[in-house]
């Protein structure tokens, strides 16, 4: 605990001391006068509290003031769901497959726009939108609304890059380029620090169509202690899309998208309509951190003095009808 005005303190305690002496002193001076009277000055034990208890309680009280005048705080730790969420978003021409009513893009985009809205100002959120390579469309933000307008522009083109994503989706977290070392040098991965506030939420059907290898990436987001959970957005059985007049299938790949997220110990999660899509975005497993904060207890304080005051007053006023 500690204090605004330290000064009071010392005040508080001279006070206090000379509160007490005089007290003491009040209590001699009567003890001589009883026995000059020839009175006698000795109380049966509840009898002589009695007679001590009020004014102690309007000493209290008054100590209790002048510490508040010093404006006394507290750190403690509040619990809060906070960190850095990052929304990756699969845009590939697979995502315009209608499966997933109206279409796997359409569902996720709402779906995240709704996780998006319920989360606290503590909880920062970017948007990456990723097909055969990953663009940072919103850098991590507390601005909601901001992020809520990323999400609605996104737009489907192109193949599937889901190790491009995760790569993206760091280099959002870290503030760096993030990039996997040459397979055909001996370079080590890079160090990224630890970031075990930070998850990537990784929506996709899961057809990866291009490098860089995605649970090699998986393994770098491990290292730097962020969670990968993934959602699986399509259904197993698949349907067919046109691209360029082309007829092509495509079905979720959930075997990769597994494998992804248990690589970094999150989880995977099917979504094959937009009402489960939404629930998954509701179960997903946030960060809760404390966070040390001042809190005054000057409130308080006062209060206790004002319940001693009271107490004292309607003591002596029982006892004795009338307040000293």
């Known amino acids: 605990m500690s204090v605004q005005y330290p000064l009071m303190l010392v005040v508080a305690v001279a006070v206090s001391l000379g509160l007490v002496a005089a007290y003491h002193w009040l209590q001699r001076q009567r003890t001589k006068t009883l026995v000059a009277a020839g009175l006698n000055t000795a109380s049966p034990g509840w009898a002589g509290l009695r007679r ?15 510490l508040a005048v010093a404006r006394p705080q507290a750190t403690i730790g509040i619990p809060r769901t906070s960190g850095t969420v990052i929304l990756a978003f699969d845009v590939s021409n697979s995502m315009a497959a209608d ?65 491009q994503a995760i790569l993206a989706s760091l280099t959002a977290i870290v503030g760096q380029t993030v990039s996997l070392p040459d397979p055909s040098s001996d370079a080590p991965p890079p160090n990224l620090g630890y970031w075990g506030s930070a998850t990537i ?52 790949n959930e075997e990769l998208l597994t494998e992804i997220a248990e690589t970094t110990t999150g989880a995977y999660h099917r979504a094959e309509d937009a009402k489960a899509l939404g629930a998954i975005y509701q179960s997903l497993d946030l960060r809760t951190t404390t966070q040390d904060e001042s809190v005054e207890l000057t409130g308080a304080v006062v209060g206790i003095a004002v319940l001693l005051l009271t107490i004292g007053g309607l003591l002596m006023i029982n006892w004795y009808g009338r307040i000293l």
């Open 99 to 163: 499966d997933v009513a109206p279409t796997r893009l359409a569902a996720a985009r709402a779906a995240a726009i709704h996780f998006v809205q319920a989360q606290p100002d503590t909880v920062d959120i970017g948007v990456i939108a990723f097909s055969q390579g990953a663009l940072n469309t919103q850098l991590p933000t507390n601005d909601h609304k901001a992020t809520v307008a990323a999400i609605n522009r996104l737009n489907v083109a192109g193949g599937t890059s889901l190790g």
């Open 52 to 66: 001590h208890l009020p004014p102690l309680l309007f000493l209290a009280a008054l100590i209790l003031l002048l």
């Open 201 to 252: 939420v990784l929506l996709s059907d899961g057809e990866d169509t291009g490098g860089p290898d995605a649970v090699i990436a998986a393994e770098l987001a491990a290292a730097a202690g962020v969670h990968i959970e993934t959602i699986g957005v399509g259904t197993v059985e698949g349907t067919i899309i046109e691209v360029d007049k082309y007829q092509i299938a495509t079905a979720l």
